[in-house]
């Protein structure tokens, strides 16, 4: 019953800026994590960013100097700012909330946004 609303990703201009977004909704009892993963074609969905409950922040590598996490508990929103896009960030981002939701109270299970892509243009 939960939903994970991201926002619209888009095309950039290498060592342009995008910021992404996302929001859950439904029958939420509680959040913990929160990050964004991309998958580019041929590729593996891996971590780009990720925050903790209690505010700690990971990076991949790849992104870090570059990109910022950050959470908004009250409206149980992710937002991930990226900044100097180089065309190999060119992927699928995916939101991900490790939540308790009212159909499954007990254990905290990872939800996944549709997929928004972001294409950067070099």
């Known amino acids: 019953q939960v939903q994970l609303v991201e926002s619209r990703g888009g095309v950039v201009q290498a060592g342009g800026s995008l910021r992404l977004s996302c929001a859950a909704s439904?029958?939420?009892?509680?959040?913990?994590?929160m990050g964004w993963y991309r998958q580019a074609p041929g590729k593996q969905r891996d971590l780009v960013a990720d925050?903790?409950?209690?505010?700690?922040?990971k990076y991949a590598d790849s992104v870090k100097g570059r990109f910022t996490i950050s959470r908004d508990n009250a409206k149980n929103t992710v937002v991930l700012e990226m900044n100097s896009l180089k065309s190999e960030d060119t992927a699928v981002y995916y939101c991900?909330?490790?939540?308790?939701?009212?159909?499954?109270?007990?254990?905290?299970?990872?939800?996944w946004g549709k997929g928004t892509l972001v294409t950067v243009s070099s």
């Open positions: 925050i903790s409950s209690g505010g700690t922040t």
């Open positions: 439904g029958s939420i009892l509680s959040v913990n994590g």
């Open positions: 991900n909330v490790r939540m308790r939701i009212r159909d499954s109270p007990w254990n905290f299970q990872p939800y």
